[in-house]
């Protein structure tokens, strides 16, 4: 009896034993709300927990846990709205089915739409997007250029180091032929193609997610997309209501503040979002103290379910030290140390930089959404911004050389002025001033995109493309250096002018440019197969107004027009679940810069301008699972008949036609996730960037657009400087436990060469390379840890961006005899930098 009583107990324990190690499975499938197409790598957590798994290629999850009783499962991804679902944990499986996740932001998918979007596995296009939650983590104290130097074909820099001078190159191409665009809005400037970051300082705080276009990209409209397209969509309105607050200080006396509040969306329709921040801090570079203010407004309207209206307003006014250091070698670098700027000095006791750089440009834009029927949309946007600012530094005698030094290297100012107090005495005026050179303008445009279903696979998209800009071109004096005027002659509507500070001196041109332009597309996508093929035409019409040399009633010059075009197309094929492969080719006739028709600082335009032609081949694979993600692309691209111009010695100038080059590659990225916890990402990215042909009998002008002599320019075989060749990253993201996550990202960067000017090839005996600048390599490190406060969640980001203090060399020009000593404009990068965080979301 007790031998059979103590069994029975035996197997009861067993039972109990038995019950409290049961696991229970749960499962379902993530799908996008708006789209339809399910979500991958979506976070499935069992709530206070670390227990979780990810979602599959095809939006499947499947979780197993020992735990019981009542629970709660968060199934989140970023940009959507975050699911939890409550359950009881018993042993019986659970089975979820298909979960809708919906955008966590209004107007969103509208935007998209706008922006020409790319999307994976469908659109032929090499592409890589940074989310949110990358930015917010890794951004630090770098750059918002700077967050995209781990994708491939990408090298970016802070070039002087000033606040707002990060420059970014796309697998060769500076931003003259990178088309930024923000909510599918071009930023370009009409007149140059250049993007001045420094005016989008703001933008990271606004930003929600980057997407870069390798290549001629996606978008419909006709940009400059030749090294590819920088795809900025910003917030919309969020849609719940909320804010945040932030905190964060930084190295070199960094601090930033900054909040956002939601109204969500509220019964009668409207939802309003505002973010606002300051950032402040001394500059890692000697004198490049800074001051930034950014803000974002956008109100959204539901009119009804075919309507919708969104309003967004920008803006970043900005002031910072700037280092362009012209003249400044290796030699100055070793002497003063890295840090070194000498473009500054002291006045009576005071920091007196020579070169400062302050814009404010607000964006404004006017969006409106319309569901005519369930095949057909349209969509548009009409848009204003305007720029205010520039920059500052000499005119007359530019005293900055070995004369006006101190022993330091900086700037003798107090020297400088004490000469204009001299002068003034023998009635004289200041013989060296400070000037700003000021670059306003008003810039307005629309986008208007129609697309419709024609059938269940071919959808037709056709739109109207068209921009006003009038830049204004001046330089004033700021201050005259301890004179009483500043002699000027500048003007010949009145020579011999006393200019005092406020003064317009040296030049006051404006120019004015017109656009038009219309695009089509039409797309195929079914079952494995997507295709497009699309087009673009666009007039661009110059003027010139020009004050100075020209009297009253004859400042205009002739109205100059170029007929422009693109025309591209591609087809992706997913071989199977995971396999997919696509390509895509196009040929571009884009007319050439302002500067490039009226070349020579006069109304007089340049009849021999011609279209720049770029064409282009890509092909691609890629490979998707639900841990590794991989791209693999090929691309090609000939640029032709590229057009500039360059000074030639102090007083003349020559317009350059006809060079050719070719930019080629091969390029790697991926991204293996071994859990919920660990990820690892890769980069590698190989480049051949060339100059095609040499050009003979080159003319060159005088100010007065006297023709002085012919030059020639040797550059066939001659490799294109400016941007590392070569470049690869090794990244890991680990989470320690629940909230506490910390990442490295290791990058290189190797076959840079210097950057040249053209008239320093006119030897037909000098065939060598720019100056190639050594490789180098840099760890950044970042630590984040999510928590709560109360009922709040709170979180610290914390950064340190080249924790091992290595020295090396971002950008330079090429010396004469193309070595390192004789570079001119070497910009060392930052040493080790930090920043730390503190956002409260409510």
């Known amino acids: 009896m007790k031998k059979s009583f103590m069994l029975l107990l035996s197997f009861i324990v067993s039972l109990s034993l038995f019950a409290q190690e049961v696991s229970t499975t749960i499962e379902g499938k993530v799908i996008d709300g708006a789209t339809g197409e399910a979500v991958i790598g979506a976070s499935i957590v069992l709530k206070g927990t670390t227990t979780g798994t990810i979602s599959d290629f095809d939006g499947d999850f499947k979780l197993k846990t020992s735990k019981s009783g009542n629970q709660t499962i968060v199934i989140s991804f970023v940009g959507f709205t975050s699911i939890e679902k409550d359950v009881t944990l018993n042993g019986t499986p659970i089975n979820f089915g298909e979960l809708n996740f919906e955008s966590d932001a209004i107007g969103l998918s509208e935007v998209e739409v706008i922006a020409s979007v790319a999307v994976d596995r469908k659109t032929p296009v090499a592409v890589s997007t940074i989310n949110p939650e990358r930015l917010e983590a890794k951004l630090g104290t770098k750059e918002f250029p700077e967050i995209l130097k781990s994708t491939p074909g990408i090298y970016a820099t802070k070039q002087g180091g000033g606040f707002g001078d990060a420059r970014v190159n796309i697998r060769g191409f500076n931003s003259t032929n990178v088309a930024v665009m923000i909510n599918g809005v071009p930023v370009n400037d009409m007149e140059n193609g250049t993007v001045y970051w420094s005016n989008w300082a703001g933008l990271s705080d606004v930003a929600r997610t980057i997407q870069v276009q390798r290549g001629l990209g996606a978008s419909k409209v006709a940009v400059p997309s030749v090294g590819g397209t920088i795809n900025v969509i910003t917030k919309t309105t969020d849609v719940d209501k909320g804010g945040a607050l932030y905190y964060g200080i930084g190295n070199d006396g960094r601090q ?39 803000y974002f407004l956008n109100v959204s309207k539901e009119i009804n379910a075919n309507h919708m209206l969104s309003f967004t307003a920008f803006g970043a006014p900005q002031v910072h030290g700037q280092r362009t250091g012209y003249n400044a070698g290796i030699a100055d670098y070793q002497l003063y140390g890295r840090r070194y700027n000498p473009d500054w000095g ?10 400062t750089n302050f814009y ?63 002068r003034t005495e023998l009635g004289l005026g200041s013989e060296t001033v400070l ?42 004096i700021e ?78 010059s002739e109205n100059i027009d170029f007929l422009g075009f693109n025309a591209k197309g591609g087809l992706n094929y997913n071989l199977t679940d995971n396999h997919n492969v696509f390509f895509n080719s196009g040929y571009i006739s884009r007319a050439p810069f302002f500067n490039t028709v009226f070349p020579n600082y006069t109304n007089d335009a340049n009849k021999d301008a011609k279209n720049e ?140 060469y210097a950057d040249f000017d053209p008239r320093q090839r006119t030897n037909s005996e000098d065939r060598a390379q720019p100056w190639k600048l050594e490789d180098y390599s840099v760890v950044d490190m970042n630590i984040s840890y999510k928590f709560k406060i109360n009922k709040l969640d709170a979180s610290i980001n914390g950064n340190v961006d080249n924790i091992f203090d290595t020295t090396y060399i971002t950008d330079a020009r090429d010396g004469a005899d193309h070595s390192a000593m004789s570079a001119t404009r070497v910009y060392y990068g930052w040493g080790r930098s930090w920043s730390l965080g503190m956002k409260l979301k409510f």
């Open 346 to 355: 002291y006045l009576d006791g005071q920091e007196y930089n020579l070169n």
């Open 256 to 294: 930033k503040m900054s909040v956002n509040l939601s109204t969500g969306k509220m019964d009668n329709g409207f939802a309003v979002t505002f973010a606002g921040s300051r950032t402040s801090g001394n500059g890692y570079v000697d004198a490049t103290s800074f001051e930034g203010y950014s």
């Open 613 to 752: 032609k770029i064409a282009s081949f890509e092909l691609g694979y890629g490979y998707r699972s639900s841990k590794l993600t991989a791209n693999l692309n090929v691309y090609y691209t000939k640029w032709m008949d590229q057009s500039f111009r360059v000074n030639v010695g102090q007083q003349s100038s020559a317009n350059i036609l006809g060079l050719n080059s070719t930019h080629q590659g091969i390029e790697f990225d991926a991204k293996y996730d071994v859990n919920h916890k660990l990820s690892f990402t890769a980069m590698v990215s190989l480049g051949d960037w060339k100059y095609d042909n040499d050009l003979t009998n080159i003319p060159v002008f005088d100010d007065n657009n006297n023709l002085e002599r012919y030059i020639n320019v040797y550059l066939k075989d001659i490799k294109v400087g400016n941007s590392a060749q070569t470049t690869a990253a090794l990244g890991a993201n680990y989470e320690l436990f629940q909230g506490l996550r910390i990442g490295a990202d290791f990058n290189f960067f190797g076959e840079n």
């Open 479 to 556: 201050d005259l250096l301890g004179g009483n005027y500043y002699l000027s002659n500048d003007n010949d509507n009145e020579p011999n002018k006393k200019a005092i500070v406020g003064d317009k001196v040296g030049y006051n041109n404006d120019g004015e440019v017109y656009w038009t332009g219309a695009f089509g597309q039409l797309e195929y996508s079914k079952d494995k197969l997507s295709a497009f093929i699309s087009g673009a035409i666009s007039n661009t019409t110059y003027i010139r107004y020009d004050y100075f040399q020209y009297e009253p009633g004859n400042q205009k």
């Open 435 to 476: 000037r700003s050179s000021n670059n306003n303008h008003t810039w307005l445009g629309a986008i208007s995109t129609f697309d419709n279903k024609l059938t269940d696979a071919l959808t037709l998209t056709a739109g109207i493309d068209v921009r006003y800009y009038y830049g204004e071109h001046y330089r004033q």
């Open 360 to 422: 404010h440009k607000p964006h404004m834009s006017l969006n409106h959404y319309w569901k005519i029927s369930e095949k057909s949309n349209l969509s548009t946007s009409v848009y204003y911004s305007t720029g205010t600012g520039g920059g500052t530094g000499f005119l007359g005698n530019s005293k900055d050389g070995a004369d006006y030094r101190r022993a330091d290297g900086l700037i003798d100012f107090e020297k400088i002025r004490q000469e204009n107090i001299d």
